[in-house]
């Protein structure tokens, strides 16, 4: 059984950071892409980032250059470094494999940026 759990949201201010963590259990992290993803009040769940099992890393535009995406493939633990965060990043994040399976999405963490 897949289990992924998210944590490290919260309430920052516009331009301040948050890391976000990902835990995986079982097997499925070490053979897997993963993915963040985040859905804001209203709107659609989006990909943010991605990133393989060997490292390569993609982002959504609106994230470049603010976003770090990491895996520690030993911890099972996918990671989400945020910097300069505006009132638009505001969202429930959620980790996935990527691309996502509905069966494996958690319960994700909040984030809220305050201007």
């Known amino acids: 059984q897949v289990q992924l759990v998210e944590s490290g949201g919260g309430l920052v201010q516009v331009g301040g950071s948050l890391k976000l963590s990902c835990a995986a259990s079982?097997?499925?992290?070490?053979?897997?892409?993963m993915g963040w993803y985040r859905q804001a009040p209203g709107k659609e769940r989006e990909l943010v980032a991605s990133?393989?099992?060997?490292?390569?890393?993609n982002y959504a535009d609106s994230v470049k250059g603010r976003f770090t995406i990491s895996r520690d493939n030993a911890k099972n633990t996918v990671y989400l470094q945020m910097n300069s965060l505006k009132p638009e990043d505001t969202a429930v994040y959620y980790c996935?494999?990527?691309?996502?399976?509905?069966?494996?999405w958690g319960q994700g963490t909040q984030v809220t940026v305050s201007s």
């Open positions: 996935n494999i990527h691309p996502p399976l509905a069966a494996y």
């Open positions: 990133i393989s099992r060997r490292g390569e890393i």
């Open positions: 079982g097997t499925i992290f070490r053979i897997s892409a």
